[in-house]
């Protein structure tokens, strides 16, 4: 079974600092991982997907990722965050079994971001 | 063109009630799941449904039951409320699973509060 952990469940940063928010899988077979985006009082938003190629994934909103399949992790980064990026993020993993998926998610990092 | 849409958007029921909540997917998408969400938590997958039928489903009781129409519009039902169900309920939809792996789009979600 694969299972997801976000080590960090709030992470306080200054504005235009960098950034790290963790995630960790484990999973026996090949997986797909992705990082979403929740405001307050809203769905989530996909900020970028890992499928295959390669590890550096960019996604909206100067957000980074890297699959590091040795240390089974898929961290998430920014260079330089602002105000408006403090949210909720979560990280999921998916695996397709039997021709169909689901979405195993992690229980979230608060990222709140300090003027 | 329209995202994933869910309603109602608030609900209160008591205990021992039943609840539908509705979810139509997004354009050109035929698979639906559903998560919920409580507070603090990352999504918990419920069940999939595509081609009107469930094709996955998570670790929930038989008091989660769902349902897809030909115009692949989905509902949830909850019968029996306990006050653990009260949660954000988050629809998704995607492309169909047999053509790979596609990101969900998720809607903004039902706030069920059970009293």
């Known amino acids: 079974a694969q299972s997801v952990t976000q080590l960090d469940s709030q992470v306080p940063v200054f504005e235009e600092a960098p950034v790290e928010l963790r995630c960790n899988y484990s999973s026996s077979v090949s997986v797909y991982l992705f990082w979403y985006v929740q405001y307050p009082n809203q769905g989530l938003q996909l900020l970028l997907k890992y499928l295959s190629g390669s590890t550096l994934v960019k996604g909206i909103n100067g957000f980074e990722a890297e699959f590091n399949k040795s240390q089974t992790s898929f961290h998430l980064r920014k260079p330089s965050v602002h105000i408006s990026d403090t949210a909720e993020y979560f990280c999921a993993v998916t695996t397709i079994t039997s021709g169909t998926y689901k979405y195993i998610f992690g229980t979230g990092t608060r990222l709140k971001v300090l003027a | 063109d329209a995202g994933v849409t869910q309603s109602p958007t608030h609900l209160i029921k008591t205990r021992g009630q039943q609840v539908t909540l509705r979810c139509s997917p997004k354009?050109?998408?035929?698979?639906v799941s559903w998560y919920q969400q409580a507070l603090g938590q990352g999504p918990q997958f419920i069940f999939q449904?595509?081609?009107?039928?469930?094709?996955q489903r998570g670790n929930f009781p038989d008091r989660f039951s769902g349902h897809q129409f030909p115009n692949y519009s989905s509902e949830l039902n909850v019968n029996a409320l306990l006050l653990g169900d009260s949660a954000l309920y988050l629809c998704?939809?995607?492309?169909?699973?047999?053509?790979?792996?596609?990101?969900?789009?998720f809607g903004p979600g039902t706030r069920l509060t059970v009293t």
């Open positions: 998704a939809s995607s492309s169909p699973p047999g053509q790979g792996i596609h990101e969900q789009y």
């Open positions: 449904y595509y081609e009107e039928e469930e094709r």
């Open positions: 354009s050109g998408h035929d698979t």
